[in-house]
């Protein structure tokens, strides 16, 4: 497949700047609380699709030919040149729009503010098919295949589900969750020893039927852990560990972060907080330079989205480890390349109203249609970085280990029929570039299982 690469353009920068404090826990509660406005601000028409998610990509070619988004994605990638695939416009990935909703969820659970949970479960709700009692593959029957919802994705959606229930009490959220880890789980096979394909697709001629993402089994890690699963998540970890270190018919060496910020996530969860330090060791090794700031920094190294969209699930495992963890080396390592992160990361922030968006300019991909090159990328980066911070700062809420009780939710079920987008272009295609290695254990090792979105 052709490698997709956008060119950023020059950003237009207007903004307020003051150092936050992130050791002062007032201040970060403060900060964050402040950054929930401008992260729901934008979604309305025409950013979104009205199914509790946000608009993946307007489709200019598809309105034209009147084809459905999968075959044109397919005709887009193979038939026409890179330069004119460089032309469609992508806003906000549909699994990326299940990593949105779990922001409003995971700020909840660290710093005990519920304000904004509605809102989310408003658009789990919508997003959330009517069909096997609400999932997140449209109503169809599980056995169906399904082009542009993969097991990853739709396990993005599942977490956000947990972290709902968790925050809110609401049974049908935990529903939503458990239905699909059962639908993702029907993909454990056990040839190489175990493991859980990415494609729910075994057809002839498919693609990638038969790979084993390591982002999908460190999901369903977390996931297991947080749904009474404990079994089947060390089922899957006892898989993966010997996996990072040796070739059972390796298809790709390419290296992801996001996979280490799961893990950390699940195995703290699990209590096997040595595993989930080796991991961390790992991510440290690989993917915190000199200066301590967690990467990549994709004004130096070019990345396909600005943020990429790898560090969210990052900061999260690492509060997650913070929480889990009574190493104080661990500890003071973790704060230590938080604080040196939110340098960095939070420097575009206005510090007026927490808004952390830059404009990149109209048109370029992965930013909003209106306000036309507003990042809302930025603004998922700052709230999940500030949660993180707000657990090191020893938090103000409850945490997913330690659920709330239930309490009274009003959300409308949606009867959605939900359009089944296409897998992007980045999810398809790996960019070296903007990750680190997946193996935490053995760097250079091939690894099993495809380390793909």
């Known amino acids: 497949m052709h490698l997709i690469k956008t060119l950023l353009p020059l950003m237009a920068v207007n903004m307020v700047n003051a150092q936050l404090d992130v050791t002062d826990k007032g201040a970060v509660l403060a900060a964050a609380k402040a950054a929930m406005g401008p992260l729901q601000q934008y979604f309305v028409d025409p950013n979104i699709e009205g199914k509790g998610s946000w ?15 999968a075959l044109m994605l397919k005709l887009l990638t193979f038939v026409l040149e890179p330069s004119t695939i460089n032309r469609r416009r992508w806003v906000v990935q549909w699994h990326e729009s299940g990593m949105y909703q779990d922001l409003f969820f995971q700020y ?14 408003n658009n789990m709700y919508a997003s959330a ?15 169906e295949s399904q082009d542009g919802r993969w097991n ?53 001629g498919s693609t990638n039927p038969y790979l084993k993402s390591s982002i999908t089994n460190v999901q369903m890690i977390d996931l297991g852990s947080r749904l009474g699963h404990a079994d089947k998540a060390m089922q899957i970890w006892n898989w993966m560990k010997p996996c990072y270190t040796n070739d ?20 703290s969860l699990m209590g096997q907080v040595d595993e989930a330090i080796k991991v961390f060791n790992g991510l440290k090794a690989n993917f915190v330079g000199g200066d301590g700031i967690l990467g990549p920094n994709c004004d130096v190294l070019g990345c396909s989205k600005n943020p990429s969209g790898y560090n969210w699930p990052v900061f999260k495992g690492l509060g997650y480890l913070y929480r889990a963890t009574s190493d104080s080396g661990v500890r003071n390592s973790i704060a230590s390349i938080l604080k040196a992160t939110a340098a960095s990361t939070l420097s575009h922030c206005n510090t007026n109203n927490w808004d952390c968006m830059r404009n ?27 949660t993180a ?22 959300a409308v079920v949606v009867n959605a029929t939900n ?4 897998r992007s272009s980045e999810q398809t295609t790996s960019f070296v570039s903007t990750s680190i290695a997946t193996s935490t254990f053995n760097s250079t090792s091939a690894s099993t299982f495809r380390t793909s979105t």
């Not at 659970?109 to 989310?120: E, R």
């Not at 449209?138 to 056995?143: H, I, K, M, V």
């Not at 911070?389 to 659920?403: A, D, M």
């Open 152 to 204: 990853d994705d739709i396990a993005w959606w599942a977490l956000s589900s947990i972290s709902g229930a968790e925050a809110t009490g609401n049974a049908d959220l935990r529903a939503f969750a458990s239905t699909t880890f059962d639908q993702v789980w029907m993909s454990w096979d056990d040839q190489c020893g175990g493991g859980i394909y990415w494609s729910r697709n075994r057809q002839p």
């Open 419 to 422: 359009a089944v987008p296409s």
């Open 129 to 143: 098919a009517s069909g096997n009692g609400g999932d997140f593959l449209g109503g169809f029957s599980p056995n």
């Open 389 to 410: 911070i707000i657990i090191v700062n020893g938090g103000g809420g409850f945490g997913p280990s330690v659920p709330k009780p239930a309490v009274s939710t009003t």
């Open 55 to 69: 608009k993946e990509n307007p489709g200019a070619f598809l309105i034209i030919l009147g084809a459905s988004e």
């Open 360 to 386: 990149f300019g109209a048109g370029a991909g992965f930013t909003l249609l209106s306000p036309d090159g507003k990042n809302v990328r930025d603004q998922f980066e700052a709230v999940s970085l500030l």
């Open 108 to 121: 909840a659970l660290a710093s005990g503010d519920g304000s904004n949970n509605g809102f989310a479960t």
């Open 248 to 267: 059972c018919g390796a298809v790709s060496n390419d290296v992801f972060s996001y996979h280490a910020g799961e893990a950390m996530a699940g195995l």
